[in-house]
């Protein structure tokens, strides 16, 4: 990471090489589309190399600080377009059968996995927690707007998303996955 | 309840919201005031950001296109090679006009040849270009039987490169790019060959009106010129 901040094109190709399929993944689930989650990687992935790179160790490992970048740039996408609200639903699994099984690398196959054990982790949690939770994170709404959208008191969103956070956490230091 | 335990509980409903990027900004403007202050939210969020770090994880994983790695490092590379002092790249001076640049090419014999086999290519080479490659877009080849072989495709100003049979080079040489318009020819994108002896580069600009694009070897960070005999050349007349 030191030496990208440097300006070093070959550890840059090696920092994309390591993130640069998760963040197509996450760009891809949020703006719903190849193309704009092309834009959107492009576009994090170039800020941070034109920013000097200005990671901050007390924000998390580098691979979530990159993400939270191109989850900012993809809701941002999301905003200017301003079409309709983003798919909440979609099943990303479908998407990703459809892709023939030698397409995979063993590194994907256990992403995938991974991603899969995580996915049943936020499944098992109420729907009323796991909605807001993906209206904040991948559909980019305020809790002043998801209380708008599913008519309920603020302070019930506000509730739900602490709950659910907490139950994910707690998987977390359960080892699930 | 004493004051502090209340302040407390009320910031504390908003930590998972915040970290959601829930929060309008004048919220999370309070909230992260209040945090500054409270060692028992800050220990709390430090506490919740992991189950918030894990939800881009839960997304399946999708192969990136290889393009997308190639523009972002013709990107960088682009940067770089912005950044460094003209004075520094070998071959030419600093101040040294592009047109004399191309004269000095000229007078070097076997660029020289090299290049004006080149433009015969390419002027004869008419109908070589296929058509193709989905809407207003022309895909063009190379015309030389060598080891490496290149295809573009133009799409108005813009387009891509595809190459195979490259070798792989040292890290002190990179391949460049290169389009020409008559006897003019203007430095393009920087690009590393992948062990499979393929590799992808983006031609970003100026591919109206050219005649070829051209492909050297150059020292890291590219030249201003060739300094090389071109490897490959893919005429782009139609």
């Not at chain 1, 907490?166 to 998987?171: A, D, N, S, T």
């Amino acid at each position: 990471m030191l030496a990208v901040g440097e300006k070093d094109p070959e550890a840059f190709a090696v920092f994309y090489d390591r993130h640069g399929g998760a963040a197509y993944s996450l760009a891809y689930r949020i703006v719903g589309d190849r193309s704009g989650a092309e834009d959107v990687t492009q576009e994090a992935f170039l800020s941070i190399w034109r920013s000097g790179a200005r990671y901050d160790r007390a924000r998390g490992s580098v691979r979530s600080w990159t993400l939270g970048i191109v989850r900012n740039r993809a809701i941002d996408s999301l905003r200017r377009r301003a079409g309709p609200a983003p798919k909440l639903d979609f099943d990303d699994e479908a998407a990703l059968e459809q892709r023939p099984a030698d397409d995979l690398t063993d590194e994907q196959a256990l992403q995938r996995e991974s991603a899969r054990q995580l996915r049943t982790a936020l499944d098992e949690l109420p729907s009323e927690q796991s909605k807001v939770i993906e209206l904040a994170y991948f559909g980019g709404f305020s809790h002043s707007e998801i209380a708008e959208m599913l008519s309920m008191p603020l302070g019930t969103v506000k509730g739900r998303m602490r709950l659910g956070i907490e139950k994910i956490r707690m998987q977390i230091a359960e080892g699930v996955p | 309840m004493v004051r502090g335990e209340r302040d407390h509980r009320r910031w504390r409903a908003d930590l998972a919201a915040h970290l959601l990027g829930a929060l309008e900004p004048a919220e999370a403007e309070a909230l992260e005031a209040h945090i500054e202050s409270c060692e028992r939210c800050r220990e709390e969020l430090r506490w919740l950001r992991p189950a918030v770090d894990v939800l881009p994880e839960s997304v399946p994983p999708l192969e990136p296109p290889p393009q997308l790695r190639e523009r972002l490092l013709t990107e960088v590379r682009a940067d770089v090679a912005a950044e460094r002092p003209a004075a520094a790249r070998p071959g030419r001076p600093a101040s040294m006009p592009f047109g004399a640049r191309l004269r000095g090419l000229f007078r070097r014999p076997v660029l020289a040849i090299g290049l004006t086999v080149i433009a015969l290519i390419a002027a004869v080479a008419g109908g070589y270009a296929l058509r193709g490659g989905g809407q207003g877009s022309s895909t063009f080849h190379s015309s030389s039987a060598g080891p490496v072989q290149a295809t573009v495709i133009r799409k108005g100003d813009s387009g891509t490169m595809e190459l195979t049979g490259l070798r792989e080079l040292p890290s002190s040489r990179v391949y460049e790019a290169w389009v020409q318009q008559g006897h003019r020819l203007r430095p393009s994108s920087l690009f590393d060959a992948r062990r499979n002896g393929r590799a992808s580069a983006a031609i970003p600009h100026r591919l109206s009106g050219a005649d070829a694009v051209l492909v050297t070897v150059e020292p890291d960070g590219g030249s201003g010129q060739p300094t090389s005999k071109p490897i490959v050349a893919v005429p782009l007349s139609s």
